[in-house]
């Protein structure tokens, strides 16, 4: 209630207790007289009592108003407004990115608006979770001898995709931070965005870590059975009846520098899982040929084809267009033939 209406509250509670003490005064007064006189004139009390009952309206309006007032008053500051602290109390709302001792503590720290803390609490608490996560990955990777051929290959595919979304989400509520808080003295927004830049050095740290344990990996498996496993992983991520074929006619694919491995398994690998998620085919196949001096290694569906700017531009929404960028700098050839009867993707590469 605003400070003007308790003002106005106020004046009429004392107005209704004046109006109360002076209408009780008046009305004993009027029975201690009534008592005396009734010993001199016994006929007084009938005038008294006519008089009363003129007068009792007026007298029981005034005692109604001025308890009710009293009543409202006393309700209003006694049992409603504490009622309504502790029923308007809420909860700090959860962080819809982390559900963490972190977010308890960086949900408390906003309350209290001390947004120094805050990002001191972020930078903290989310660089030991990276620290963490990376470590206990990185120690699955360095047990290759205690996993079979897919757990291995699985487990090198994940760690990068794992990193890159937890830091990717990082980055962007640190940006959104800032979007909803213009106010922010330059001093903490140069913080924070000192902070994003070490996210960004982080993440790249982080690639090039997980890419020497992924050439690890594709090293171990060698490459047909890597590229087997791209079919298997393919296989287990389809929601729909899917074929999934392979078929090595090659009998150069194990004379293929250990170099490239890394690179042909994790392109391969995306053509596979675009098709399987984007194409809508029913049958898709990976075959691996010699055409001398080069193998080729060719995925092929029967699906519903893509649009005939993006297999021109590659720049479809299936992510071909960076796949093709990434063949250009590795110094692969890459080529898309796409119609209603399905898309062809043409991988191939020296032999040495």
Known sequence: MRVKYMH?????VL???LVLVVSGWYFSRALLDGMVLQSFDPTWSDSLAADLKRNFVVVLAVVFIGISTLTIFFTDHFILKPLKRVIGKKEPAPGGLFV???DRLIQEVLAQHDREEVLEALVRERTKELISANQKQSELLLSLSNHSDSEVSKIGSEIHDELCAM???LKRR???????NPGLDGEIQR????WIATLIEIDQCARQIISRRRNAVAEYLGLEAGLRDSIDFARSISTQPISFIFSNQSDALEYVSPVLHYDILSIVRECIVNATKHSQASVIKLIVRDEPPNIVYIIKDDGIGMQKSNADQFTGGI?????RERCEKKG?????????????????????
Not at 174 to 180: A, F, K, T, V
Not at 191 to 194: D, T
Not at 319 to 323: A, E, R, S
Not at 332 to 352: A, N, P
Request: net charge negative.
């Open 8 to 12: 106005i509250v106020l004046l009429i």
């Open 15 to 17: 107005a209704g207790f």
């Open 100 to 102: 963490s001792e972190a």
């Open 167 to 169: 830091q990717g989400v």
């Open 174 to 180: 640190m940006e959104i931070y800032l979007r909803d």
């Open 191 to 194: 913080a924070i965005q000192n």
């Open 319 to 323: 992510g071909l267009g960076i796949i």
């Open 332 to 352: 692969f050839d890459f080529h898309i033939e796409s119609g209603e009867g399905g898309t062809t993707v043409r991988l191939s590469h020296s032999i040495l």
